[in-house]
């Protein structure tokens, strides 16, 4: 199937997944492994398997051919315990553990790959994912940028800005979101068309300010965020990366000066108007929106991963309440770039209309 070592429900329940992660130079040992669904096992093994799945260190991937991927019960149950089901997209199934692609091993060797390239920032997002479906948004949010804190003093991030090489900061544009009023809504708008609306500190303070503007006037009963220009937003400035003094200041400016929050605050008022291409904070701030409209044409992608990090602008958080935790995770780790349609009949978004 592919280099990627794969074991049975009964070889999980018997332990197989739980010897030790880290070799002496705390290198991960086989940090992805697969688990064949189609293998069957007995309600008593798979009981113990799930109960395995859940407390383990490793990404666990389910593959499904056919008979699992149409669903007995005790196989959902285990695939929902796993981080993450590859099923061939041409077989129903509308479970969020399940994740349709066109074929089932490649994508577990491209993930493979991807997480052999960056296992620690894999590692911890998988970690993270688990743990946080079950907080609070404001606890989960909390616990994403302790990670990403964390992984930004990473050895896989210092390699990827010394690829990227020395940030060369655009000047600030006089306005970057605009805000205007209309009776009683609100509509922002992201104003950097020049950089495709890259989510920058500038950025970030005004839209924090317009949406305060929003929280704080209860006769503000809708907001709409657009983005000027070709693309809604092409996510965080990428010269800005590696540019905050100390990963403690980073962590409270993200937690309390993000807007994230916000906009889960505002959510039940708040339409967000997506199109062109959403990279990162482009699809994880609007995901938190009551509302997500897209336009034809609109695509998805979050990178964070290939560059030694996890989604810092809440999207372990807002992501997972719209699509599940198990399709968050291969899209962080693939890159796959997630058409409107799909991410349509995910709940990425919740309309696409021109």
Do not use: K
Request: charged share 20%; net charge negative; aromatic share 4%.
């Amino acid at each position: 199937m592919s280099s990627v070592p794969v074991i049975s429900p009964t070889q999980l329940a018997d332990g197989a997944a739980h010897t030790p992660l880290l070799d002496t130079a705390a290198r991960p040992i086989d940090p992805v492994l697969a688990v064949d669904l189609d293998e069957p096992a007995s309600p008593a093994v798979l009981g113990t398997a799930i109960r395995r799945a859940r407390a383990c260190d490793r990404l666990l991937v389910g593959i499904a051919g056919g008979r699992a991927a149409t669903a007995p019960t005790e196989a959902e149950t285990l695939a929902a315990a796993l981080d993450m089901t590859l099923v061939d997209r041409r077989m129903e199934s509308s479970g969020r553990p399940f994740v349709p692609v066109p074929d089932p091993a490649a994508a577990l060797a491209g993930l493979a790959a991807a997480v052999a390239a960056n296992p620690q920032a894999a590692l911890v997002l998988a970690g993270l994912l688990r743990m946080a479906e079950t907080l609070l948004v404001r606890d989960a949010l909390d616990a994403e940028s302790l990670a990403y804190s964390t992984l930004l003093g990473g050895a896989e991030f210092q390699r990827w800005l010394t690829a990227r090489g020395p940030g060369l900061l655009p000047p600030p544009v006089p306005d970057p979101v605009l805000v205007a009023r209309h009776g009683d809504v609100l509509e922002v708008t992201l104003n950097r068309p020049a950089r495709r609306n890259a989510y920058d500190r500038q950025m970030r303070d005004a839209l924090v300010e317009a949406l305060h503007l929003a929280a704080l006037d209860d006769t503000v009963t809708r907001v709409v965020l657009t983005g000027a220009g070709p693309a809604f937003c092409s996510g965080g400035d990428l010269d800005e990366f590696g540019t905050t003094p100390d990963a403690a200041t980073a962590h409270l400016v993200r937690t309390r000066a993000g807007a994230g929050r916000l906009i889960h605050q505002l959510r039940d008022r708040t339409q967000v108007r997506v199109h062109g291409t959403c990279v990162g904070s482009g699809i994880e701030l609007p995901a938190f929106a009551g509302t997500v409209l897209a336009a034809p044409g609109t695509t998805f992608r979050l990178p964070e991963v290939g560059m030694g990090l996890i989604p810092g602008a809440g999207g372990t958080v807002s992501i997972p309440r719209r699509i599940g935790r198990w399709r968050t995770l291969y899209l962080a780790i693939s890159g796959t770039c997630l058409d409107a349609t799909t991410a349509l009949s995910w709940g990425l978004v919740d309309e696409v209309r021109a």
